[in-house]
């Protein structure tokens, strides 16, 4: 069965500098969720869209952005990178006409910022 | 507001046994959906199981089974026959139903199969 795809799986940036990360959700899902994993924490929720509409937002910082598009994929864009933002960042899709709307969660992207 | 509380940090099991994982949550909301998933040293997140807040009967898959007591606010998990391939960290989490929103997660438990 397809699975959620996350580019590129790991990404090592330089402080001040942008990164985008991309998400192709399990085709026919209709939501598309950001998460924000540190090291040795949970995972913490940043953004959803649902139809290509932004429907949640989290603890997300101002420098940060994200879209969903026509074709359902989805890209969160970090710009002026900090130390704290090493992190492993997961995609998740969810098709909401499903009872409880279970989220299945790609690879993730591993950002390390230096 | 939701909250999902683990309080067993790390479990080592025996291979071949049976293990409970903990999780009590909070919420406001009454209709809700609990989940559980796996972590492995790699990474990924693997949905395991789900259990609807209207859901009279124990969510079960395969090996997993969840331990729903909704008036005491638990959704442990039940680990039959643990293999090596167990070990990993295992993060209960909830949301409210039919809505497009948030997982909230718990800390998460580390659960070691052991020889």
């Not at chain 2, 009454?30 to 395991?48: A, C, D, N, V």
Request: proline share 5%; with cysteine.
């Amino acid at each position: 069965a397809a699975g959620v795809i996350q580019s590129p799986r790991h990404l090592i940036k330089e402080k001040r500098e942008t990164a985008t990360l991309k998400c192709y959700p399990i085709p026919r899902h209709d939501t598309v969720y950001w998460y924000q994993q540190g090291p040795g924490q949970d995972p913490q929720f940043l953004i959803s869209f649902y139809e290509k509409m932004q429907s949640d937002k989290g603890s997300i910082p101002d420098r940060f952005s994200a879209q969903q598009f026509s074709d359902y994929h989805s890209e969160l864009n970090m710009s002026s990178l900090e130390l704290g933002d090493s992190a492993l960042y997961f995609c998740a899709s969810s098709f909401l006409e499903t009872p409880y709307n279970e989220q299945f969660f790609g690879p993730g992207t591993r950002l390390t910022v230096l | 507001a939701q909250k999902i509380t683990q309080t067993q940090p790390g479990m080592f099991v025996q291979e071949k046994e049976a293990v409970t994982l903990d999780c009590t949550y909070d919420t406001s909301d009454q209709s809700y959906g609990l989940f559980w998933y796996k972590q492995p040293s790699s990474g990924e997140m693997i949905f395991l199981i789900y259990q609807g807040s209207y859901d009279e009967q124990n969510a079960t898959e395969g090996r997993y089974s969840l331990n729903f007591q909704k008036a005491r606010k638990s959704a442990n998990l039940v680990i039959s026959a643990s293999q090596l391939g167990d070990s990993a960290m295992y993060f209960c989490a909830m949301s409210p139903t039919g809505t497009a929103s948030k997982l909230t997660f718990g800390t998460g438990t580390r659960l070691q199969v052991t020889l």
